[in-house]
């Protein structure tokens, strides 16, 4: 994977500076790793919206089954996409039509060709990086 889509300074200004985070895959299932992804935003003062083909509230936040469907998504500061990587260029290309402003690609989720496509079209991408791990190295 290329180094281009882990720069330290644009994961310290995603985890510092943004508000507003979908988390593409969060359910209401706490056993899963978006969840805890999701509780662990939340917990640092982000607004977490879950985006998940039932749509069910999670962590006291509706959800939504689709980013289209998220009312203001252009004011989504970054997209987690907590999908498999063969799924994963589906929800950067959604996100990407949302106008959301980043993506974040967690550990094991790699797309180049759909990172490159977010790069292109103006987010800034992070790919196969946690972001708990981030926020515990952040300085």
């Known amino acids: 994977?290329?180094?281009d889509f882990a720069d330290q300074a644009v994961i310290r200004r995603l985890?510092?500076?943004s508000r507003t985070w979908a988390f593409v895959g969060l359910g209401d299932n706490p056993a899963r790793e978006v969840h805890s992804q999701a509780r662990l935003m939340q917990e640092r003062g982000k607004r977490v919206i879950p985006v998940h083909p039932e749509a069910r509230e999670v962590l006291g936040e509706k959800g939504?089954?689709?980013l289209?469907?998220?009312p203001g998504a252009s004011?989504?500061?970054v997209v987690g996409v907590y999908r498999r990587a063969e799924h994963a260029g589906q929800a950067v290309?959604?996100?990407i039509a949302a106008g959301a402003k980043a993506v974040w690609l967690p550990l094991q989720v790699i797309d180049e060709a759909a990172a490159r496509r977010a790069r292109d079209a103006g987010l800034?991408?992070?790919?196969?990086?946690c972001p708990a791990v981030e926020w515990a190295l952040r300085r």
Request: net charge negative; proline share 0%.
């Open 1 to 3: 994977m290329s180094a």
């Open 15 to 17: 985890l510092n500076e």
């Open 64 to 66: 939504y089954a689709s």
């Open 68 to 70: 289209a469907d998220v």
């Open 75 to 77: 004011e989504v500061d």
């Open 93 to 95: 290309d959604e996100a």
């Open 124 to 129: 800034d991408v992070v790919m196969d990086r």
